[in-house]
Structures are given as structure tokens and as C-alpha cells.
């Protein structure tokens, strides 16, 4: 028992002595491009972060084109600042985020379950730019589970839908 306490203890200190030398070699500046393990690591505590009964909840809106509809003009308004309209995360504000905000179209995103993205929407990602969106009502949690629809439909967009949503995009100074 002893020997097991003292490799965890003796792991421990080794992970902490690591990531003060990462932070003492790369800085705080969100700039750089995340490295492939702290990718991989901020995807698991993601995916753990998320309760395992929102894992599989299923979409409450039936999916049809007026669904994708409303979560492109929700998309367009709220998320294309960071996210871009077509979901690539490569616009000023997604570019600086330190995680970068995900290319939403490949299949670290649409590979998660419709639960884990509308919790995703819902709540936010701490130690992330991405908000929690939730007002706590029903109208609400249907805002997010057309976006769901519209993130799903992120790989199809067409060159019309981009022009209405450039349209919907808040307009800056």
C-alpha cells in the first residue's frame, strides 16, 4: 500500500513539475496553436463534464428543414462571431480563443450526440470563450435544439445560405 502511495504522489508531483515547465516555456498566450495532447486532454474533461444522462437525450424537435431554418438564423446571430457562418472557427474572435473555437463541421463535433451538444449549448465549456446559452425556459431549450438540427447541417451548407446568414450577422462598429 505504502509503494502505491508513493507512485501516485511520486506521479503527481511529476505531472505538476511538467505543466509549470509548459507554462513556463510557452507563456499564458493564446496565440500559440494547442498542442495534440492538450487537445486530446480537453476533449476527455469535456466529454466528462457532460452528465451521462444528457449523453443520450434525444432531439425534441423533429428534424425538417424549417428546424435547420431557425437554427441558422439563431447560428448567425449568436454564434458566427466566434464560430464563422459556415462553423469553421476561423473568423478574428474564434482565431484568438484560447481553446480555439472548434471547426464544427468535422467529426470532433459531429460525432458527439445531439444530448452532448445541446448541453454543450445550454450550459457553456468552462475555462472556454463558449457560453451557456440556457434562459431556463421552453422556448429556450427549443433554440438550442434547432441549433443542434443547424450544426448538423454545418457540412451541407450552401453557397444561399451562407449569403442569408451574412445578412442575419450582427453588425459590428
Known amino acids: 500500500m505504502r509503494n502505491f502511495v508513493l507512485g501516485v504522489v511520486s506521479t503527481l508531483v511529476l505531472a505538476a513539475g511538467a505543466g509549470a515547465g509548459y507554462l513556463v516555456a510557452t507563456g499564458l498566450s493564446t496565440k500559440d496553436e494547442p498542442g495534440g495532447i492538450e487537445t486530446r486532454v480537453a476533449r476527455a474533461a469535456r466529454h466528462l ?8 437525450r434525444v432531439n425534441a424537435i423533429t428534424p425538417r428543414p424549417e428546424a435547420v431554418a431557425a437554427g441558422l438564423k439563431i447560428f448567425a446571430g449568436f454564434c458566427a462571431p466566434c464560430h ?47 457560453p451557456g446559452w440556457s434562459n431556463g425556459t421552453p422556448e429556450g431549450e427549443a433554440m ?4 443542434v438540427h443547424f450544426i448538423r447541417h454545418l457540412p451541407r451548407l450552401t453557397p444561399n445560405e451562407l449569403a442569408d446568414m451574412e445578412a442575419l450577422n450582427p453588425q459590428r462598429p
Do not use: C, H, K
Open 49 to 56: 463534464a457532460i452528465p451521462r444522462s444528457m449523453r443520450g
Open 84 to 130: 464563422a457562418n459556415d462553423g469553421s472557427g476561423r473568423i478574428g474572435l474564434g482565431r484568438t480563443m484560447f481553446p480555439r473555437a472548434p471547426d464544427m463541421r468535422l467529426p470532433a463535433t459531429q460525432e458527439m450526440t445531439d444530448g452532448e451538444l445541446f448541453y454543450i449549448i445550454e450550459n457553456g465549456v468552462r475555462f472556454t470563450g463558449m
Open 144 to 147: 438550442a435544439w434547432n441549433l
